[in-house]
């Protein structure tokens, strides 16, 4: 089975700050490791996701996230954040076998303000 | 429409009612999803369909009822439902339901069981 671990729950943050969203997980399996963002009132929408290859993976709208396996980690950074970031961020994580079965994590709401 | 749509929006209902909610995906998906969202919780996911076929049931309660007439279309049919059952049902889509894919969200349905 599938943990994720998401220890902020809010992260409050000037505009044009820096910003790290936490996310680690718990496996006995090989895992996809995702980034999901939810505006108000809207549902999820992927950010970004790490599969193979570069540990490294960035969005169009400048976030990235870093898989580090060996503390099992997936942290979600933005050197500079816009108001419009404002938002819920959900980590989530499938095993990389069989049918797709997300386990997500609490979330982490950021707050940016001017 | 494009997307994922849900109907209704917003429900509200006695213990005692029937009701049904219903998800389309416009996407040419063959894999559909719902998940429950509660505050302080993680996403918990319900149900998995692949080509109509139920797929996975998380040991979902069974006054859930879930129903899948073709690949486009997912119901949620509700019945004797708990206080506690209050919360964000979410529907998502995804094209095969293989391990790397990105999940497609709708807006969700705010249910309030009085």
């Given at each position: 089975?599938?943990?994720?671990?998401?220890?902020?729950?809010?992260?409050p943050?000037?505009?044009?700050?820096?910003?790290?969203?936490r996310?680690?997980?718990?496996?006995?399996?090989s895992?996809y490791?995702?980034?999901?963002?939810?505006?108000?009132?809207?549902?999820?929408?992927l950010?970004l996701?790490?599969l193979?290859?570069?540990?490294l993976?960035?969005?169009?709208?400048?976030f990235?996230?870093e898989?580090?396996k060996?503390?099992?980690?997936?942290?979600?950074?933005?050197?500079?954040?816009?108001i419009?970031?404002?938002?819920?961020?959900?980590?989530?994580v499938t095993?990389?076998?069989g049918?797709?079965?997300?386990v997500?994590g609490?979330?982490?709401?950021?707050l940016?303000?001017p | 429409?494009?997307?994922?749509t849900?109907?209704?929006?917003?429900?509200?209902?006695?213990?005692?009612?029937?009701?049904?909610?219903?998800?389309?995906?416009?996407?040419?998906h063959?894999a559909?999803y719902?998940?429950?969202?509660?505050?302080?919780?993680?996403?918990?996911?319900?149900?998995?369909y692949?080509?109509?076929?139920?797929v996975?049931?998380?040991?979902?309660?069974?006054?859930?009822s879930?129903?899948?007439p073709?690949s486009?279309?997912l119901?949620?049919?509700?019945?004797?439902?708990?206080?506690e059952?209050s919360?964000l049902?979410?529907?998502?889509?995804s094209?095969?339901?293989?391990?790397?894919?990105?999940?497609?969200?709708?807006p969700?349905?705010?249910?309030?069981?009085?």
């Open positions: 089975a599938q943990s994720v671990t998401q220890l902020d729950s809010q992260v943050v000037f505009e044009e700050a820096p910003v790290e969203l996310c680690n997980y718990s496996s006995s399996v895992v490791l995702f980034w999901y963002v939810q505006y108000p009132n809207q549902g999820l929408q950010l996701k790490y193979s290859g570069s540990t993976v960035e969005s169009i709208n400048g990235e996230a898989f580090n060996s503390q099992t980690s997936f942290h979600l950074r933005k050197p500079s954040v816009h419009s970031d404002t938002a819920e961020y959900f980590c989530a095993p990389n076998t049918f797709q079965k997300l997500f609490t979330g982490t709401r950021l940016v303000s | 429409e494009t997307g994922v849900q109907t209704p929006r917003h429900l509200v209902m006695g213990m005692t009612n029937k009701k049904s909610l219903k998800c389309e995906q416009h996407l040419g063959n559909m719902w998940y429950k969202q509660s505050a302080k919780k993680p996403l918990e996911l319900m149900f998995v692949s080509l109509e076929e139920r996975e049931n998380n040991s979902v309660p069974s006054r859930f879930p129903e899948c073709n486009s279309h119901f949620l049919h509700l019945h004797t439902l708990q206080p059952d919360a049902y979410l529907c998502a889509s094209p095969s339901g293989e391990e790397g894919e990105t999940q497609y969200f709708g969700g349905t705010r249910l309030l069981v009085l």
